[in-house]
């Protein structure tokens, strides 16, 4: 690491305590609630109206999963088309969490 853009008042080059930008889990957990609540709810409450706190943990899960990248890993020629198997996914994990009974058929 380059130090020489470290510089202490006195203007003497220090070395740093820890690397920059490396953040701890709660730092991490930290900064993406705050993401949350700055940018992706007031987007989606632009497109559809106040959400539920029901509603903001759909939002909360499925913005923290990376369901798209997870499902297209595994290229299948049978089955759902990789679009569908992202779609079903997103369904069920958000019945899951917002704890809907099974569907009647």
Not at 41 to 67: N, Y
Not at 74 to 85: L, V, Y
């Amino acid at each position: 690491m380059n130090c020489a853009n470290l510089v202490s008042p006195n203007n003497l080059v220090r070395e740093p305590t820890q690397p920059l930008m490396q953040l701890n889990p709660r730092q991490i957990v930290t900064q993406f609630a705050h993401l949350l609540q700055e940018e992706l709810f007031p987007l989606l409450e632009t497109a559809s109206g106040p959400l539920s706190k029901q509603l903001q943990l759909v939002a909360s899960v499925m913005a923290m999963l990376p369901l798209e990248r997870l499902l297209s890993a595994r290229r299948s020629s049978t089955g759902r088309p990789a679009k569908d198997r992202a779609a079903l996914a997103t369904a069920f994990l958000a019945k899951a969490v917002l704890n809907l009974p099974p569907r009647a058929i």
